[in-house]
């Protein structure tokens, strides 16, 4: 059960996005602006800490505690990498390094690093090395996702602020396991938004003289619609919760379930939006796309189901024993 | 849409020891179980596994100990059932009494019905049967006329029930008829009953109907001036759709509705141990179950709140009947059925044939999709 202090934090992030995320200003920033007004209102309910431990300094919140308040950034397709910042401190601040303050992403050193250009610290990782670059370090080729989120490389010119190791426990794949981990609830955010807009249309687009939702057809696509949105948010929630049990490292099989989990309900879901939208979805001018292009993207960041479905596939082959067990004790023979 | 959320349960207490412990029991009746056995899941009946199960205390856990259950939680209840059907353990015999029957009766049962009754199901010694569709009344349900009448001493009986899944072979069934006519222009749900029937009375005709296995799997029930006792009545009279339907949650939500083909997943994983090709294919196998057990066990933990989580229990059912009934074509994309060994390719037979009833049984998939399209706002 989501703590009361998750279900606050996600309740303020809502309404601070509510207000300063609207459509209007995911289009500027998908043309290229940087919405620093949406920055500083996030940046105000001082969430980058949030998994930081509090004996460092910061909010002390687990993992599964953030899952719904990373779900209410998917919802919004919120254009800011508040994610990326409260997963790179909590790297940082495992490896030793104080976070800093300000917009902070982080990625592999070669890979495509989430709203790069924007940030004003990096943490570049080469398996469990961490290290962090103020943004005057860093050079960057810029790119994006079809998402139109801003993914640029980054190029080193100038000196790191800090380097250290990841501890054992967080390992060499941290920065892949966050990923998938950000991306898994922030996609069954937006698929929360997008079922909430189809389910909108489909009570208020008339056609044949009713409300096409009045269609048994139309229904039942919907239903499947929902019940992905439901399986997204349990694998999200139940892969953070693996997390807080095990720790990151040792959390990899849940949080590749839940990778492929959502990434197949947002291929379902996306596609079926777009069926009851029919070819208004299709059109610039209308909201919808901004929440399926991002599901289409995240598929790919953190693993795409078929990464994940091969490395579950080859642990599964490689267990010892039969299957069944091997999930239940998962849940039952670790102590929290 | 509050319907459709989920929160996620930890494991109860000594999960892991009662885990073990159902382990432990099952792997020395493995041995009976063949591999038509294992396929047929909790379609499986056999008395005298039943009566074993019973004699561990595993029918009727979370039932009152004065009526012979075992005041356990509706976690472990699950671990028990999840630990059957991932051993493909005959368990038809008492699934119904002890996921429907018993606890219709625990909750709405008279003192005198408790007492008869709950004991014998939770020894193994009663098995129940479902008397809901009709020859012209499927999922339409409140369209049934089976009618038991009000006379002398108690309930006179007719009408005629079907696809009852071992009506042939259970002692009782729970039936839903009709004691008063639907009011004139009113909702036909008004007026139905559930109603007790001995299988074994006069006037009972049983006719068991052979599925396209080839199997007696179900039956058609004739009721023939069948006479039922006074207390033949379960709950309050004319209740009976609103006490069938509050009972939904339990029924569709379990393991059994995502775990009906799991030996032959097994058996996959086995046969496939060495096939780098099947890794994908078997990891988004994985992946599926491991996300359908946490919503199933998050249902079963709403269940345990005394919460009624009934358009999650149907989310959950369509999921788990779509992953359940295309294992068998998964599989078979990942290793012909010749090349399969022996026991495995004679579960993907059964299976095969089998995983139609899925997505019909407990409430069709298109019934399932219309309560979650009614939770969005849609109906």
């Known amino acids: 059960m989501a703590s009361e202090i998750a279900t606050e934090l996600a309740e303020q992030a809502d309404r601070a996005l509510t207000d300063a995320a609207d459509v209007a200003v995911l289009r500027a920033v998908e043309a290229g602006d940087w919405p620093a007004t949406t920055w500083d209102a996030m940046a105000a309910l001082g969430l980058n800490g949030a998994l930081v431990p509090e004996d460092a300094g910061g909010v002390g919140l687990g993992f599964a505690d953030v899952a719904p308040l990373l779900e209410v950034l998917g919802r919004h397709a919120a254009p800011v990498p508040l994610a990326e910042s409260i997963f790179g401190s909590a790297l940082l601040a495992a490896a030793g390094i104080t976070p800093p303050e300000g917009a902070l992403s982080f990625g592999a050193r070669n890979g495509a690093i989430p709203w790069g250009r924007h940030a004003s610290h990096v943490a570049l990782l080469d398996g469990a090395r961490i290290a962090l670059y103020p943004a005057a370090a860093l050079a960057w080729e810029e790119g994006g996702n079809i998402g139109h989120e801003a993914r640029d490389h980054a190029r080193v010119i100038g000196t790191p602020i800090a380097e250290a190791v990841l501890p054992n426990g967080w390992g060499a794949e941290a920065g892949l396991l966050c990923t998938a981990l950000m991306r898994s609830a922030q996609i069954a955010g937006a698929m929360q938004a997008a079922l909430a807009l189809a389910v909108d249309h489909a009570n208020t687009r008339k056609q044949f003289g009713r409300p096409i939702g009045r269609f048994q057809a139309v229904q039942q696509q919907l239903a499947v619609f929902a019940a992905e949105t439901s399986a997204a948010s349990v694998a999200a929630a139940a892969a953070a919760r693996a997390v807080d049990r095990r720790g990151l490292a040792a959390a990899a099989f849940e949080i590749g379930c839940a990778k492929i989990t959502v990434g197949e309900a947002a291929t379902r879901g996306a596609a079926i939006a777009h069926q009851v939208f029919a070819a208004m979805g299709i059109t610039e001018e209308h909201q919808l796309h901004h929440f399926t292009r991002r599901l289409w993207a995240w598929r790919e960041e953190g693993g795409s189901e078929a990464f994940w479905a091969k490395r579950i596939g080859q642990e599964a082959q490689a267990l010892p024993g039969a299957l069944w067990p091997f999930i239940t004790a998962r849940e039952e023979e670790i102590t929290p | ?379």
Request: glycine share 10%; with cysteine.
């Open chain 2, 1 to 379: 849409m509050a319907g459709l959320r989920f929160d996620l349960r930890d494991a109860p207490d000594g999960a892991a020891a009662l885990r073990a412990e159902v382990r432990a029991f099952l792997a020395e009746h493995a041995p009976n179980f063949t591999p038509e056995i294992r396929a047929r899941s909790w379609m499986g009946f056999d008395r005298d596994f039943t009566r074993a199960v019973g004699a561990k205390g595993w029918i009727g856990m979370c039932w009152p100990r004065e009526f012979g259950g075992g005041e356990k939680s509706f976690l472990e209840r699950n671990i028990v059932l999840e630990e059957m059907l991932a051993a493909g353990a005959p368990v038809g015999a008492h699934w119904i009494g002890d996921r429907q029957s018993g606890p219709l009766i625990l909750r709405l049962g008279t003192e005198d019905q408790k007492r008869h009754f709950l004991p014998r199901i939770a020894s193994g010694e009663y098995a129940f049967c479902i008397g809901l569709s009709e020859p012209d009344s499927g999922s339409d349900l409140a369209s049934l006329r089976t009618k038991a009448e009000k006379v002398d001493g108690g309930w006179k009986l007719n009408g005629r029930k079907i696809w009852t899944t071992f009506g042939h072979l259970c002692d009782w069934m729970i039936a839903l008829v009709r004691t008063s006519p639907a009011p004139e222009g009113g909702a036909r749900h008004i007026g139905l009953s559930q109603v007790l029937v001995n299988l074994r009375a006069p006037g009972v005709h049983i006719r068991p109907i052979r599925d396209l296995v080839g199997e007696k799997g179900f039956n058609e029930i004739t009721f023939d001036d069948v006479m039922l006792p006074e207390d033949a009545l379960v709950g309050q009279e004319g209740a009976g759709w609103a006490q069938a339907t509050s009972e939904l949650a339990f029924e569709r939500s379990g393991p059994d509705r995502y775990l009906s083909s799991h030996p032959l997943l097994e058996a996959a994983m086995v046969t496939l141990k060495q096939d780098g090709a099947a890794a994908p294919a078997l990891g988004r196998q994985v992946a599926r179950l491991w996300a359908l057990r946490n919503m199933s066990v998050a249902v079963a933990g709403m269940l345990e709140d005394g919460q009624d989580p009934v358009r999650q229990a149907a989310l959950v059912k369509d999921l788990g009947n779509d992953f359940e009934q295309a294992l068998p074509n998964v599989v078979r994309d990942l290793i012909a059925t010749e090349d399969m060994p022996e026991d495995m390719r004679r579960m993907h037979a059964y299976l095969t044939q089998i995983v139609p009833t899925f997505s019909l049984r407990g409430g069709t998939r298109e019934i399932m999709r219309g309560i979650i399209a009614r939770e969005l706002g849609l109906r």
